[in-house]
């Protein structure tokens, strides 16, 4: 007759193993790239009529601007953003461009957005970019990637 044995691991002595097995610390070390913060130009790089043009090509009214792109650019959010309380575009009285029909209305929303400022312990906004390797072959290019730390619009 033949016996098999079978040996049943605890999952931190696989882990320990597994760990052990490949120096992932010295290739995450050695591969990982941290994007630092760039700082852009305090004045408007295009002109006012420039500026106008692009607002209204992309139908951005100056409320839009002022209370949606101004604070998301200070990096505050625009908590007031909860729901969807247009009207239809089809039922409107006022005159509204082609784009406004087209655009996709979500379910109103409740809960409040998603922060990461004020619940840094268990969120996070950061993104690593790079080539995913195949997960069963191990070695260093697979650490090798780019941090961000929000992503990328």
């Not at 990461?116 to 090798?144: C, D, Q």
Request: contains cysteine; charged residues 20%; hydrophobic residues 40%.
């Amino acid at each position: 007759t033949c016996l098999t044995v079978i040996q049943v691991y605890e999952n931190t002595e696989v882990k320990r193993q597994v760990a052990s097995s490949n120096p992932y610390g010295r290739w995450v070390k050695e591969n990982l790239r941290p994007l630092k913060p760039a700082n852009f130009l305090a004045a408007a790089a295009l002109e006012n009529e420039a500026i106008l043009r692009y607002q209204q090509a992309f139908v951005y009214s100056s409320e839009d601007v002022q209370m949606v792109i101004e604070s998301m650019a200070a990096r505050k959010g625009a908590y007031f953003l909860h729901g969807d309380d247009i009207p239809l575009v089809v039922m409107s009285q006022k005159p509204h461009m082609l784009y406004d029909y087209f655009k996709q209305r979500f379910a109103q929303v409740t809960n409040p957005p998603i922060d990461p400022l004020r619940e840094g312990l268990v969120l996070s906004l950061e993104v690593n970019l790079g080539k995913r390797g195949n997960i069963l072959e191990v070695g260093p290019e697979n650490a090798s990637q780019v941090i961000l730390p929000s992503p990328v619009l």
